[in-house]
């Protein structure tokens, strides 16, 4: 069975700072570009990064360039989404992805159950 779980998520200042963190499965873990996508209530769900194989490679969309930081331990078989200088436009539901290289949630088969990061003004 296939368990991706996030965790790291809750209350900061704008402008403060959090890590998300996502264990997976080795199977899953290894074999999977990891993604971070994100949830506002009434907004559809938004691609946040991503993130290849090996870690060299990512993907983040102009929103969060320069402020979102992913990577993966391939030993540990997790992934980390490291948010800095957060703006309470960034409050949602976090999610780690587990699929193929994309900025589309469709092309992601294997979700966690999210955890919320909450930025208060």
């Known amino acids: 069975q296939v368990q991706l779980v996030e965790s790291g998520g809750g209350l900061v200042q704008a402008g403060g700072s959090l890590r998300l963190s996502c264990a997976a499965s080795r199977r899953t873990f290894s074999a999977s570009v990891m993604a971070w996508f994100r949830q506002a209530p009434g907004k559809e769900r938004e691609f946040v990064a991503a993130?290849?194989?090996?870690?060299?490679?990512?993907y983040y969309p102009d929103s969060v360039k320069g402020r979102f930081t992913i990577s993966r331990d391939n030993a540990k078989n997790t992934v980390y989404l490291q948010m800095t200088s957060l703006k309470p436009e960034d409050t949602a539901v976090y999610y780690c992805?587990?699929?193929?290289?994309?900025?589309?949630?469709?092309?992601?088969?294997?979700w966690g159950q999210g955890t919320q990061v909450t930025v208060a003004s």
């Open positions: 992805a587990a699929g193929r290289y994309s900025d589309n949630d469709r092309s992601y088969d294997h």
């Open positions: 993130i290849g194989l090996s870690g060299r490679t990512t």
